[in-house]
């Protein structure tokens, strides 16, 4: 039996299944969302199909989708479609399976671009979401008469367009923009591409001017693993168990997280954060970006390197190693918690610690390690060099955890072939592919050197961190000892020498 408006009522009622009621069809459509991944699917669809069961926003979702990719699953199943919650939280495991009911129907800008600016015409629909990926978010010489336009912000220009043409300019008319994508200043970065387009566009001044006084963009940011479909058998297994089939399937972390920049009246357009603390409508979202970027986004980068090359392939082994595990956690509890440059009050920064190490052991969530190092580089300049520089304001002597998790990034950079363009490193025998941008630097930058050498000529390269890592106390030291050992010693047992060195913060 497949998952359907229809067979709802066949579905058997059970512990953990949440099943919508019918009604939740009848609501309007509020909201139009640029995309259709998993990501938007298991986080503001989820917020809003929970608060639509309160009671609470009480607004369906349009979805658009900028590819000629298959939409047939939402057609057939109504827009239905199932999310797994899956992990552990306050060290109980969580295991729950929700019947979305949020999304109205799906458009393809390609082919019903006209029926997509239908929607500008409805008066409740006052929100748009996306999640185009990062690239989505670029300035491109967009005629926004075209149908579509190319880009994302042109076809959001195209949108606002035809809606102030609908309600002549009425403020209440304007909408509440909020972009998911993983860039700095989303919603600030947006407004000006669109501004700009506008401009380029020769458009009435009036309508800049409804542009810009009655519309909010909102920086925001999201923080959920969502996998997507499981695999086959695994979802065999979960189909059985719900006792239907679901093509829309999708797997969920239990923590959740959408920070959004707003005010009060944002507040009221996007009501539905009253049904998950998860939601948070502040003015700055400064402190929610360091948490995430700082203590899981950096622990990842400093730990990805060492946990690979020590033979961990997934977080969960890695942080369920007794040894690794003591490494993981003073890395994040006594170096980067300290050093976040960002005033946060220390329990805020423990409970989000201990928040991402619990995520870290979810067992139903297989995290690749090898993953995590995809364009390694510009990640540790931009989510970790901050870290040591700020460690260094307030201490003279090296982060020996930072030091290490370099260390491990130097060896894992280690390139021992090119082939065709592509970089590979080599653990145990095994080739694995180094997919960074500077792959091929660090190729030509180990070749005749030694560790020490090689080490000292990088971290000095100020054009690849920004700044001169040599010039902090004793850091290049400590990477060039804890390189040097993990080459002679192996990563594992170089992570253990560690803790027996009494090491402090």
């Known amino acids: 039996m497949q998952l ?35 990501l938007l699917r298991g986080l503001p669809d989820y917020f809003i199909d929970k608060a639509n069961k309160k009671g609470i926003f009480n607004g369906r979702v349009v979805i658009v989708k900028s590819t000629d990719s298959d939409s047939s699953a939402f057609d057939t199943q109504n827009g239905l479609y199932t999310v797994c919650v899956r992990g552990v939280e306050n060290g109980k495991v969580i295991e729950e399976n929700i019947i979305n009911a949020s ?18 015409h409805n008066l409740e629909m006052k929100v748009i979401i996306s999640n185009t990926t990062e690239v989505g978010i670029q300035l491109s010489d967009d005629n926004i008469n075209d149908e579509p336009p190319a880009s994302f912000p042109g076809k959001l220009l ?19 923009i909020v972009p998911t994508e993983l860039i700095t200043d989303n919603g600030s970065k947006l407004e000006s591409i669109v501004l700009e387009l506008a401009h380029r566009n020769d458009l009435d001044f009036k309508f800049i001017e409804w542009l810009e006084t009655h519309n909010t963009f909102c920086n925001s940011l999201v923080d959920r693993i969502v996998p997507g479909k499981p695999a086959a058998a695994e979802l065999k297994k979960t189909e059985e168990a719900l006792g239907y089939t679901d093509e829309l399937l ?28 998860a939601v948070v409508i502040t003015p700055d979202i400064t402190l929610f970006k360091e948490l995430k970027l700082r203590l899981l986004n950096g622990t990842h980068s400093f730990n990805c390197g060492v946990a690979f090359l020590s033979g961990f392939k997934i977080t969960r082994d890695a942080v369920t190693d007794k040894t690794f595990s003591v490494f993981a956690k003073n890395l994040m509890h006594k170096e980067i918690a300290n050093a976040i440059p960002f005033e946060i009050d220390k329990k805020v920064k423990e409970e989000f610690a201990n928040n991402v190490f619990e995520r870290f052991c979810n067992p139903f969530i297989d995290h690749q390690w090898i993953s995590i190092t995809v364009q390694y580089t510009s ?14 304001e307030q201490n003279e002597t090296p982060p020996m955890y930072m030091a290490t998790g370099f260390a491990g990034f130097l060896l894992f950079m280690k390139a021992i072939k090119s082939v065709n363009g592509k970089f590979y490193g080599e653990k ?15 190729y030509k930058a180990w070749q005749n050197r030694s560790a020490t050498e090689l080490a000292n000529e990088v971290l000095q390269d100020e054009a690849l961190w920004g700044t001169d890592l040599t010039a902090f106390p004793g850091f ?14 192996g990563v594992l047992e170089t992570i253990a020498q560690l803790e027996t060195k009494n090491v402090t913060a």
């Open 4 to 38: 359907t408006k229809e067979t709802l009522s066949q579905i058997a009622v059970k512990p953990g299944l949440e099943i919508p009621d019918l009604k939740l069809f009848e609501l309007p459509e509020k909201v139009l969302q640029f995309g259709t991944g998993v």
């Open 103 to 120: 999304v109205s129907r799906v458009l393809s800008a390609n082919s019903e671009w006209k029926r997509i600016l239908e929607c500008a």
């Open 158 to 176: 195209a949108f606002l367009l035809e809606r102030f043409k609908a309600f002549n300019g009425s403020a209440a008319s304007g909408m509440v």
């Open 250 to 277: 999708t797997n969920s972390e239990v923590f959740r997280l959408w920070a959004i920049e707003g005010n009060e009246k944002t507040k009221e357009t996007l009501s539905f954060y009253q049904a998950d603390d």
């Open 379 to 392: 990640k540790m300049k931009m989510r970790n060099v901050p870290l040591i520089e700020r460690h260094y």
């Open 428 to 442: 145990d025998g095994i080739e694995y592919e180094i997919k960074d941008d500077a792959a091929e630097y660090f």
């Open 476 to 489: 290049l030291s400590a990477v060039q000892e804890q390189l040097q050992n993990m080459i002679n010693n």
